[in-house]
Nanobody
Framework: QVQLVESGGGLVQTGGSLRLACAAA????????MAWFRQAPGKHREMVAA????????YYTYPLKGRFTISRDNAQSTIYLQMNSLSPEDTAVYYC??????????????????WGLGTQVTVSS
């Protein structure tokens, strides 16, 4: 079975940094575009970033570009999200998602096939 497990969430102060990781199992990792989404309380789930099969192409939601960085390590079947200059507005549950495609096809949650359970990120003011 496919399993995506996020880690690295926690409590951080405004202006701080955090690195999330998502370890994948049960799939051929190189066959998947991977993505991070987030969902704040009372809000819809939204795209954060996506990365194609070899990391050669990435997508960022415009307001986050330059502050967040997505990367992948195919040897470890893991993706990462480096988050810098964090604000309370970044507080959310962050989810890892996988799409059976070599390249980025969708920036919407309906375009992804598998999901992790999420990791909480809380940024204090």
């Amino acid at each position: 079975q496919v399993q995506l497990v996020e880690s690295g969430g926690g409590l951080v102060q405004t202006g701080g940094s955090l690195r999330l990781a998502c370890a994948a199992a049960g799939l051929t990792f190189r066959d998947y575009t991977m993505a991070w989404f987030r969902q704040a309380p009372g809000k819809h789930r939204e795209m954060v970033a996506a990365i194609n099969w070899n990391g050669g192409d990435t997508y960022y939601t415009y307001p986050l570009k330059g502050r967040f960085t997505i990367s992948r390590d195919n040897a470890q079947s893991t993706i990462y999200l480096q988050m810098n200059s964090l604000s309370p507005e970044d507080t959310a549950v962050y989810y890892c998602a996988a799409d059976f495609a070599d390249n980025i096809q969708s920036i919407h949650d309906a375009g992804y096939d598998y999901w992790g359970l999420g990791t909480q990120v809380t940024v204090s003011s």
